[in-house]
């Protein structure tokens, strides 16, 4: 089992609607959840860490914790062109460091 | 601020062929990642270093060493190059242990 597992997609939506994307993990000690934005053929971006259960907020970004149910997910409020990416999720599993990453889920805004 | 910086961009390495993937960052952070992304696999985390003078192995360290020169600095090598090794090689850093890392460009290796 994968340490950290994502839709892979492709997730099409029209521009201006709510993009959902979602990720669930696996160990129950994992402390800290991040999403990144990667375009083709460029690096990861941080765009949203979250470390307590709940909502966080950020412009058109909302990151979503449940431990209970080991899921994280991001929302993408009046989704854009230029939000047409593949989206990481990344947990940090309780040994410091060590970093987990999914596959990631590609997201297509539809003009 | 650069932020984080890789050299080379682009490699071609013959099997059996040594190789040392430079990082360097400029935000003061401590701790330094080397990640490499495979289609269908995601990134996974090769090694580490938490601070200076300290490394320690990722999900897969084998076929790599690395070398923590000082703050700014962190360096991946590869011995014997392998074509299992052909991947995009990321550094990434951050300010501390367990928080978000910050990525270089990418180096793109191929080993024929």
């Known amino acids: 089992q994968k340490e950290v597992e994502q839709n892979s997609g492709p997730l099409s939506v029209p521009e201006g609607a709510i993009a959902s994307l979602n990720c669930t993990y696996s160990d129950r000690g994992s402390q800290s959840f991040f999403w990144y934005r990667q375009y083709s053929g460029k690096s990861p971006e941080l765009i949203m860490s979250i470390y307590s259960n709940g909502d966080k907020e950020d412009g058109r970004f909302t990151a979503q914790l449940n431990k209970a149910s080991q899921y994280v997910s991001l929302l993408i409020r009046d989704s854009q062109p230029s939000d047409s990416a593949t989206y990481l999720c990344?947990?940090?599993?309780?040994?410091?460091?060590?970093?987990?990453f999914g596959t990631g889920t590609s997201l297509t805004v539809i003009p | 601020n650069a932020g984080v910086t890789q050299t080379p961009k682009f490699q071609v390495l013959k099997t059996g062929q040594s190789m040392t993937l430079q990082c360097a960052q400029d935000m003061n952070h401590n701790s330094m990642y080397w990640y490499r992304q495979d289609p269908g696999m995601g990134l996974r985390l090769i090694y580490y270093?938490?601070?200076?003078?300290?490394?320690d192995k990722g999900e897969v360290p084998n076929g790599y060493n690395v070398s923590r020169l000082n703050k700014r600095e962190f360096s991946l090598r590869l011995e014997s190059a392998a074509p299992s090794q052909t991947s995009v090689y990321f550094c990434?850093?951050?300010?501390?242990?367990?928080?978000?890392?910050?990525f270089g460009p990418g180096t793109r290796l191929t080993v024929l």
């Open positions: 270093s938490a601070s200076e003078g300290t490394t």
């Open positions: 990434a850093s951050s300010e501390e242990e367990g928080v978000g890392q910050f």
């Open positions: 990344a947990v940090n599993i309780n040994t410091g460091n060590q970093f987990y």
